[in-house]
């Protein structure tokens, strides 16, 4: 019935610049290196038996890859920042507060001690918590490689239901988060079975620049209802310009309702997750008034 | 697999250096390498938190932690937290504030609580509902844990048993000494420091370990099974396939006894059992179970019971005549004229409700293991079972041993609910494997094997048709039920037969007609779980008498007022209704609720609604026809005369039975609590009891108890009667004293008397045995189902908030108000209420089992199967009202089933009152409320919907 830990095997290089060697080296070959931060999704996939017989690269005691750090451009958060850490952090909780919302609903305290914000994105769920959250912030995510870094927009990551443009030569190594705007309201509700630890029917994040009463900029970014994470843009243009009123805020979530596509699974149904998605978008614009 | 790596790492203090493989969990380390087996395996994903320790301070789930990312790091088991043998006072508060039941999470649970208090000594009830939101306790003992975590100070530097009871927690008023007292768990001391062992924790010389490789077919044949490649793996001990087992059949009613130990030619649902293997660790073993080839030939498959009973639909056991159409079980019961009662109503309704699939999902696994001994040859068996007596005889009926030769131990017990009241493929092929290979082997299954093996609640397709006078007399109930048994009868001969014969038991019901269908279907198998078959029928019946109610203009408490039992009445059914203050529960109830203020005018997305309840105590005739009483005692007193060791078999498996009997030998002996011993659960050293199921412990074991402590009692009084030089009747014994009760000075020490009377004629012990009245139940097919000495009554009114954006239910506050007789323990009575009234919610509000096309369980684990946390827990005020059952020790009856019974209609009652979405069908997802709302604001339907 079931595929146990039997299959796991680990490997564990000293520092980055070898683990990532490691990682490349790997990638040409039969048996590529699966990228291992604190487990706690892939644990879940290994005792479910979902997982193929795979050779695991532990991080998790590379310190070059954890710090929250203050830059020009922004707040470069780097991979192994486990949701613990976000959620208390003193910049994060200042600067983007949707963030340290999200990270207190990654599963549980025991979860959130070692879940990783880079192990979210990797795991690619449509359903990881943070993720919507870092898509309505415009999040820049940085990929190493033992050759050679690049940069790429959080909002061309995924290609698929959890498929990206990360090569598996690469790691993240950090997710750079640019200053908010002057005048941006940052909202996030998770919406799930229960209280405590469960996964989302849907969760949203959403930014909103209002400057001189009438929206500038708008992100609306939902998880749980489509096969990645996904913004709006139709319900985002359908605010900008727009005084924020109830009837902006009805026809963007009427134009959510038109472009999103979800599904019926075992946590919900498609048109729950419609009516509670466009519900929570006139929520979100609700929030931005205060 | 890899070289073992050398890992270093500091455990409760002390430096650690030990060789693992790569794919060790920290998890395993703690439990196998170091053997700290308070760290507990309950879901392996990340789900239940049993597992927590603290690495840098910090809680952590070990089973997702490898033990290598831990290297270097400072890691707090259970066992870390009391120093010199002193409990942390964490620890203490939790005994104390009866803040644990079957004690398995209870390690996870302090831990967490522990980190916690290190970053705030004095937390508030909000921070403990957020930290603790990732430890799941099925027992659901929440509301004591956020007291006694909010207490912990309190514990400081103080000896554990001096503090004083809890005396607040005395709901009625009696003159005993022990009983109604909160005393101290027997248990909890060692279920907070990880000293309770549980079968998986235990350890002996040569273990080895047995898996079971299971069907991925919903119905097949078996072609051919090729073991080769399993057998030829090195570390393989033995393999065994159908071939190997006996033709004997096993299950829970002899008339129905439909399992093979594996499977002989056909396979019944995904997870059938087909084959097992043995092998020196788990890993071998389940390598080896993918070495074995099986050739089905796949059979159409039916997963609706409905669908199951139509003409042509694939038969599931054709090989036995009686279940032609797949019907498992047919009741058909008429007590009166139901047409006539129809007739003289003013209000007939007639309404379909649907339950749903739910699983008892104890934290603990089942888990046993099988040791046979060089002399004898004898086997010894240690099991999670709710039943040890029940699995003795089934190990010995369907492996041929003599019943004589087997002994069987029930450890520690994380949690049953009903799911571990039979006996297991794990029982029956631990011992087959163990014979084979002489070594002991431990089974033990994964929580998703947990899942398809289930044994859960049958759903039910109930629909009910109530007759109602104006004035809200019930004139007449028809109710026909069809079950969803799964592929095999497991308890659901029974299950099918309570469905109905505990409807008339709450209100009188003059005329009354069932129609019970317990139909097979390829899922896996239906059992017996909290409340046994009543939940469902008894939401469909709380919920259609308020629809009614409504109809008629009447509030729903005088509804059921008036039609409420009442003591010394024969129900329609021929059940004796013994003590009964159901009248007390429900106008205390409607009292300190504040129902008059409330219901109907709170605020839209507010509501409030009620439900009733009951159950037996304790079933009225054995679940195999056997002559021996249903629970017996025996009372050895020490030589000394300073303790006494009270023998017996009742399961304590959480719900408190090693507490709450040696009170009641306590109290009639006349000594203090703390001198009794239990030596409980071992065949070799205590007489049968039946087991923990149908509520029966405390009144039958509690009955057997009170006796073998008279006799004691009474040998003792000679004694002390030839030295006082007076009549042994004119003599009491209390608080460890003997005297003469109309001169309470004139007395001599218990102790004393005892020890002496051991000195005169040796070993002083009692015996007590209890069998229920022989005249129980009336002369009809099945008239034996649901008869008891006592039954129980309580009502329950909650409060619910409705979010009316996303249909999101949240049970805000609650009453229980029950009759349960004497309460023998108010901390472990309150505990029980309070965790059916969480568990109610959760199978009203959360659970449900899915099955996918191909019979494959959706959700077969902790995480998407979700049970109610702690965050989901309410302000509950539990009452026991003042009640006496002449047939109970003391006046005692059950507590632990009735209590779950009501909350299910009472919630979908509070949520019809909160917005107008009637559901009719389990459980109460916002999906359901949120599409009734919808239909309600397009004004399609008027305010009110049923949905």
Redesign the interface.
């Given at each position: 019935m079931r595929a146990a830990l039997s299959r796991l095997r680990v490997v564990r290089e000293p520092n980055l610049a070898m683990t990532a060697r490691a990682l490349e080296e790997s990638a040409e070959g039969p048996r590529p290196l699966v990228p291992m931060a604190g487990g706690t999704d892939l644990f879940v996939y290994l005792n479910a038996g979902a997982l193929p017989e795979q050779d695991y690269l532990d991080l998790w005691h590379l310190d070059e890859l954890r710090g929250v750090i203050d830059t020009p451009g922004g707040v470069r958060i780097h991979a192994l920042e486990t949701f613990a850490n976000l959620r208390r952090d003193p910049l994060v909780k200042r600067r983007y507060p949707a963030l340290a919302e999200a990270s207190s609903w990654v599963g549980a305290r025991q979860i959130q001690n070692r879940a990783t914000i880079a192990g979210n994105i990797a795991n690619g769920s449509p359903a990881g918590d943070s993720l919507p959250v870092l898509l309505a912030l415009d999040a820049r995510i940085r990929l190493v490689r033992f050759s050679a870094p690049r940069d790429v927009g959080f909002d061309t990551f995924y290609t698929g239901y959890r498929t990206s443009v990360r090569h598996p030569s690469e790691l993240i190594h950090s997710i750079l988060l640019p200053w908010p705007l002057p005048g941006t309201r940052q909202y996030f509700r998770k919406v799930g079975t229960r209280l405590a630890q469960a996964i989302s029917k849907v969760v949203i994040a959403t930014t909103i620049t209002v400057q001189k009463g009438r929206v500038t900029r708008a992100r609306i970014a939902l998880g749980s209802v489509a096969a990645t994470v996904v913004r709006v843009p139709s319900a985002e243009d359908a605010l900008l310009g727009e005084k924020l009123t109830p009837a902006a805020a009805s026809e963007a979530a009427r134009r959510l309702r038109e472009s999103i596509h979800p599904i019926d699974d075992i946590r919900s149904t498609a048109a729950h997750r419609l009516r509670v998605a466009g519900r929570l978008v006139e929520l979100a614009v609700a929030d931005a008034l205060r | 697999?890899?070289e073992e790596i050398l890992v270093s790492l500091k455990v409760n203090g002390q430096e650690r250096a030990l060789a693992v493989k790569?794919?060790t969990?920290l998890q395993d380390l703690v439990r196998w390498h170091l053997d700290l087996t308070g760290t507990k395996k309950g879901c392996?994903?990340?789900?239940c938190?049993a597992c927590?320790v603290l690495?840098d301070g910090?809680?952590?789930?070990s089973?997702?932690?490898?033990a290598?990312?831990a290297?270097g790091s400072e890691v707090t088991t259970i066992e870390g937290l009391s120093v010199n043998g002193d409990l942390h006072p964490l620890q203490k508060a939790f005994v104390k504030h009866g803040a644990l039941q079957c004690g398995f999470c209870t390690p996870g649970m302090i831990l967490?609580a522990k980190?916690l208090i290190d970053s705030k000594a004095d937390p508030t009830e909000e921070d403990i509902r957020?930290?603790l939101?990732?430890?799941l306790c099925r027992c659901a003992a929440y509301p004591r844990i956020v007291k006694a975590i909010l207490s912990w100070k309190e514990f400081e530097g103080v000896p554990l048993d001096t503090r004083p009871h809890t005396p607040e927690e005395r709901d009625q008023e009696r003159d005993h000494a022990v009983v109604g007292h909160g005393v101290t768990r027997y248990d909890g001391p060692d279920k907070v420091s990880g000293r309770a062992r549980y079968t998986s924790d235990i350890r002996l010389p040569g273990m080895i370990f047995g898996k079971i490789?299971?069907s991925p077919h919903a119905h097949a044949l078996i072609r051919s099974i090729d073991t080769t490649g399993a057998k030829k793996l090195p570390g393989v001990l033995a393999v065994i396939t159908g071939a190997d087992v006996p033709e004997t059949r096993y299950g829970v009613s002899p008339a129905r006894y439909d399992e093979h130990v594996l499977a002989k030619e056909r396979v019944r649902y995904v997870?059938d059992e087909v084959a097992a293997v043995a092998a020196v660790d788990?890993?071998t073993a389940?390598?080896a179970l993918r070495l074995i080839q099986v050739e089905y030939e796949v059979l159409p498959a039916v997963f609706d019971a409905e669908e199951a009973l139509k003409p042509g639909a694939p038969l599931i056991h054709p090989e036995d005549p009686r279940y032609a159409g797949n019907v498992n079980t047919r009741v058909e019961w008429n007590f009166g004229d139901v047409d006539k009662g129809f007739a003289e109503a003013d209000l007939v309704r007639e309404e379909r409700f649907v339950g749903s699939r739910t699983y008892q999902a104890p934290i603990e696994p089942h888990a046993s293991l099988a040791r046979w001994e060089h002399h004898g040859p004898k086997l010894t068996l240690w099991s999670a079972t709710q039943t040890p007596h029940y699995l003795q005889q089934m190990v010995a009926r369907t492996l041929d041993i003599p019943v004589g030769s087997i002994r069987v131990i029930k450890p520690a017990v994380g949690g049953g609910f009903g799911v571990k009241a039979e006996t297991t493929p794990l029982d029956l092929c631990a011992v087959i494997l163990a014979r084979m290979t002489g070594r002991p082997v431990m089974m033990k299954y994964?929580r998703?094997?947990m899942f398809?093996h289930f044994r859960g609640r049958h759903k039910q397709i109930m629909d009910l048709k109530i007759g109602l006078k104006r004035d809200g007399s019930i004139t007449a109930v028809q109710s026909r039920i069809v079950l969803d048994g799964g592929a095999y009868t497991s308890y659901g001969v029974i299950t099918a037969y309570y469905a109905g014969s505990m409807i008339p038991t709450l209100y009188k019901i003059p005329h009354y007609k069932y129609d019970g269908l317990r139909m097979y279907t390829n899922l896996p198998a239906c059992g017996a779980f909290r409340g046994h078959g009543v939940p469902q029928p008894r939401f469909a019946f709380e919920s259609l008498l308020d629809m009614m109610a409504e109809d008629l203009g009447l509030d729903p408490f005088d509804v059921r007022i008036r039609n409420a039992m009442t003591p010394g009445t024969r129900t329609c059914n021929a059940l004796d209704i013994s003590s009964c203050e159901f009248g007390a529960t429900l106008e205390r109830a409607r009292e300190a609720s504040g129902w008059a203020q409330k219901k109907g005018r709170l605020p839209r997305g507010k509501g409030i609604g009620v439900g009733c309840g009951g159950f037996v105590s304790g079933a009225g005739y054995p679940i195999y026809r056997s002559d021996f009483p249903h629970s017996n005692a025996m009372l050895r007193v020490h030589e000394s005369g300073q303790a006494v060791t009270l023998h017996i078999a009742a399961a304590d498996i959480g719900q408190g039975s090693d507490t709450v009997l040696p009170q009641i030998a306590a109290e009639e002996l006349g000594i203090p609590y703390d001198r009794v011993w239990m030596a409980a659960c071992d065949s070799t050293l205590s007489p049968v009891d039946l087991g923990s199921y149908s509520s029966r412990v405390t009144l039958m074991g509690g009955n057997a108890v009170k006796m073998a402590a008279t006799d004691v009692k009474n040998k003792l009084l000679r004694v002390a009667g030839r030295r006082l030089g007076c009549d042994p009747a004119a003599l009491t014994c209390r608080d460890g004293r003997i005297f003469v009760k109309e001169h309470p000075s004139v007395g001599i020490d218990w102790a004393e008397v005892a020890a002496a009377a051991f000195s005169e004629g040796g070993p002083v012990v009692g015996t007590g045995s209890y069998r229920p009245p022989t005249t129980l139940g009336g002369d009809f097919k099945g008239g034996t189902v649901g008869t008891s000495p006592a039954y129980s009554f309580s009502t329950f009114v909650c409060e619910v908030s409705v979010d009316l954006?996303?249909?999101?239910v949240t049970v805000d506050r609650c009453v229980d108000f029950s009759d349960a007789g004497t309460v023998v323990n108010p901390v472990t009575f309150h505990g029980q209420v309070e965790g059916g009234v969480i568990m109610g919610i959760g199978e009203t509000l959360?659970e449900d089992v899915?099955h996918r096309a191909d019979g494959t369980i959706?959700?077969p684990?902790l995480?998407?199967y979700?049970i109610?946390?702690?965050?989901?827990t309410p302000e509950i005020i539990s009452v026991a009202v003042e009640s006496f059952e002449p047939r109970g020790p003391f006046g005692a009856k059950e507590i632990g089933e009735g209590c779950l019974v009501p909350i299910l209609g009472a919630i979908a009652n509070a949520v019809y009152d909160a917005c107008g979405v009637r559901v009719k069908e389990l459980p109460i997802?916002?999906?359901k409320i949120?599409?009734g709302l919808?239909l309600q604001a397009a004004g399609r339907v008027a305010a009110r919907v049923e949905g």
């Open positions: - | 697999m890899g790569p794919n969990t392996e994903m990340g789900e938190g927590t690495m910090r809680p952590v789930n089973c997702m932690v490898l290598v990312a290297s967490s980190a957020q930290v939101g990732g430890n490789l299971c997870g788990v890993e389940e390598r994964s998703r094997e398809y954006e996303t249909g999101f959360l899915v959706a959700n684990n995480h998407d979700l109610p946390s702690i965050r989901e997802t916002p999906e949120l599409k919808q």
